[in-house]
């Protein structure tokens, strides 16, 4: 591999669910329904937290953020894949590819990242309730949100900066209903073992990260109500 992006696959094939058209429609309105359940969830949880003068508060505050990200996990991929149920060349640009495996794990990586500071903020109101007015302040919810989005925007960035020069000059079938990294990065012509596992470990670094923060507050919690 050399500096510059050498591709000359201009889109990528995408994994066909089914080919009954029986079970298309019973995937459209599955997909569809919990789709649009999810979004209407989620955007009731953040209109009402804002409406209502007694949800300002920080944990609130972190749940009107956490179901906003949702919508966004919800809507990077879906929508498309219950588009291409009824189309018979179903297919994503390299860039939209790119694009939408960007999207993907900024806003998984904030995610994570964020379900770690709720976890924060249920063990300082539970282990610390005297502070918990001057540690969960609104200023530092906030400074605390900008944190985990730019964890998550550096992590993506990252994976990125791992795949974004790869050549792309022979098959490109993508043995998935959406882009991700690991079958993106089969699809090169190069040799990939060491890509593929630096992502792995990126990835399996903020997600090992986070599991294991949430695990401990969680045991203090337990330790400290017991």
Known sequence: MDGGNHSEVPEFVLLELTSSWEIQILLFLFFTTFY??????N???VLTIISDRHLHSPMYFLLANLSFIDTGVSSIATPKMI???FRKHRAISLKGCI???FFIHTVGGTEMVLLTVMAYDRYVVICKPLHY???MSLRTCTSLLAVAWTIGLFHSVVQLAF???LPFCGNNKMD???CDFPRFIKLASADTYRLEFLVAANSGFISTG???ILIVSYVFILVTVS
């Open 210 to 212: 986070t599991f294991f």
């Open 99 to 101: 694009t939408q495996m």
């Open 36 to 41: 649009v359940a999810s979004m209407l969830g």
């Open 43 to 45: 955007l009731l949880i």
């Open 133 to 135: 007015l001057t540690s």
């Open 176 to 178: 998935s209903f959406c």
């Open 163 to 165: 795949v974004v020069n």
């Open 83 to 85: 588009y291409d149920l």
